[in-house]
């Protein structure tokens, strides 16, 4: 009897540690703790500057159909500003805004990101070229996240809002623009989400440009990931 009343007493124990430890792990302020000092470090060792990629994997209900129609890990992406000593991201969701960048990279899966910047950075971007990126960008602050992905300035979304404001501040195409159907469109998770936003009238030849396609421009640089 004493042998059961102890064996059951430690399993309480191991599955209240493992219950703590659990919480503990997906608290919410634990992560953000943890992110702030992963940040810290980054920026210590100089491996993040102004006008920085940054590229996640979205929780979003979205985020595995991009995935697989993209062919790529990477679902959301942000441009990195910095603003008296603190790094922010500048990106669409709902609605376009800045975050900053421990609360952006602590919303990803696993606080996973990768961090990308244009190979020639420090002779391009310049104070004066960043003011103009900044510049460019305040336009679409506040502006609907675009579910539909079409390519207009009414809604935007998080790549096509990087491509855009790089391209008319400064001159430079981050990423080869594509159209719809040159994405994989069989997914089944895919499908449900195009019935979804387009019904049966798919706009095919819509012009779009994904995070996949900025994640693999050659303009750019991996200088930081984890």
Known sequence: ???????????????????????????????????????????????????????????????????????SKYSHCGIVYRDKGQFY??????????????KWIARGENGHYVIKRLKNADQILTDKSLQKMKREG??????????????????IYCSELIW?????????EIGKLEKLSNFDLT????????????????????IVISPAAIFDSELLLTVNSN
């Open 1 to 71: 009897m004493k042998k059961r009343i102890v064996i059951l007493g430690l399993l309480g124990l191991l599955i209240f540690s493992g219950l703590y430890t659990k919480q503990k792990f997906y608290d919410p302020k634990h992560i953000l703790d943890t992110t702030k000092a992963e940040v810290q470090q980054i920026v210590d060792k100089d491996g993040i500057k102004n006008g920085d990629i940054i590229f996640q994997t979205s929780l979003s209900g979205q985020s595995k159909a991009i995935q697989l129609a993209t062919n």
């Open 89 to 102: 991201v500048f990106e669409a969701i709902q609605p376009v805004t800045t975050t900053p960048l421990t």
């Open 138 to 155: 305040e336009q679409f602050i506040g502006k609907d996240y675009d579910l539909t992905f079409e390519w207009s300035d009414d809604k």
């Open 164 to 172: 855009k404001v790089y391209q008319r501040a400064i001159g430079i």
């Open 187 to 206: 997914h089944e998770a895919v499908k449900k989400k195009m019935n979804e936003r387009y019904g049966d009238k798919i706009p095919k030849n819509e």
